[in-house]
């Protein structure tokens, strides 16, 4: 396992100037992973193609003029067709940089307002599961036909679901929150280019929300996942905490040192983004002199 495997969202870069991002990224040997968060610009494709440093393109990115929420199981005709031109874009972003893969978040059974994202979610709505899935897989089939063509692998990113975000009947109306669901689609899709970006943290969320080991997910999701995010919380909700020597997840790293990991934790100084890739290696490599 070597630097080159590890990517540092730019999240933790919140607040930021792009340029000023890809400068420090280029003093300190950073790969980039170029996030939801970042704010429209209109020439953000075109930084991001031309920035000199190994990159990846993430879910909403770039971000559009109108915001919107992506979302590829959305039965709003709107919504899903700007999601599937975003995913396609991205595709042809890691095309045109280099990367081997673009990731977006699974789908919804509901359209929630680019407000509520992160929070609780107007849910107070009638939806059918079944449907919705129909959609999600047609639509990830839909890109995989990009995929192919641009020779990108086009991965799933699990969501996160806190307990407030269930319904009164205690509904999950957010999928792939788990590892059963993601290797479903994994299933039903059955694609090469078709892999999971698994999520740690939303893994625990989920995990603790409806009620399955966390740990366990993770290694049945195993044969699937193509690339990892790393940060933590305290289990009730995602707000993306830098890893420790707890980490819940290092002990199972070792085995998935050959994928690419990003350092998803928010808000860092370059000292902190340093010490927090140092432990991710350390984990990796297992080495336990941290």
């Known amino acids: 396992m070597t630097v ?3 990517f540092i969202s730019t999240v933790a870069f919140a607040g930021i100037d792009i340029e000023k991002v890809i400068e420090t990224a280029l003093q300190y040997g950073l790969n980039l992973e170029f996030s ?7 020439g953000m494709g075109e930084i991001f193609i031309n920035a000199p440093v190994k990159r990846l393109p993430h879910n909403y990115f770039p971000a559009p003029d109108t915001p919107f929420v992506l979302n590829l199981a959305s039965s709003d005709e709107n919504i899903r067709l700007r999601s599937l031109d975003m995913c ?9 940089a280099g990367s081997a893969f673009y990731a977006a978040h699974a789908g919804f059974c509901i359209d929630p307002q680019p407000t509520q994202l992160g929070k609780q979610l107007d849910i107070n709505q009638v939806f059918d599961r079944n449907m919705h899935w129909g959609i999600f897989a047609e639509s990830v089939r839909s890109i995989l036909q990009t995929a192919d063509e641009l020779e990108v692998d086009f991965l799933i990113e699990n969501n996160v679901l806190a307990e407030f975000n269930l319904t009164i009947r205690k509904e999950n109306p957010l999928f792939c929150c788990d590892a059963d669901e993601m290797i479903r689609l994994m299933n039903e899709v059955n694609h090469p280019r078709l892999g999971i970006l698994l999520d740690t943290a939303h893994l625990k969320v989920s995990g603790n929300t409806l009620g399955f080991n966390f740990v366990n997910d993770f290694g049945k999701a195993g044969p699937y996942i193509k690339a990892i995010h790393h940060s933590d919380n305290e289990g009730k909700i995602d707000n993306n905490q830098p890893l420790t020597l707890e980490y819940w997840c290092g002990p199972l790293l070792k085995e998935y040192s050959h994928i690419t990991q990003v350092i998803e934790v928010k808000s860092l100084t370059i000292e902190e983004v340093l010490q927090q890739q140092n432990l991710l290696e ?7 002199e941290y």
Do not use: E
């Not at 350390?282 to 336990?288: A, E, P, R, Y």
């Open 88 to 96: 396609r874009n991205g595709l042809m972003l890691a095309r045109q």
């Open 282 to 288: 350390n984990f990796l490599t297992d080495v336990h």
């Open 4 to 6: 080159n495997n590890i």
């Open 36 to 42: 939801s968060g970042l704010p429209y610009n209109p």
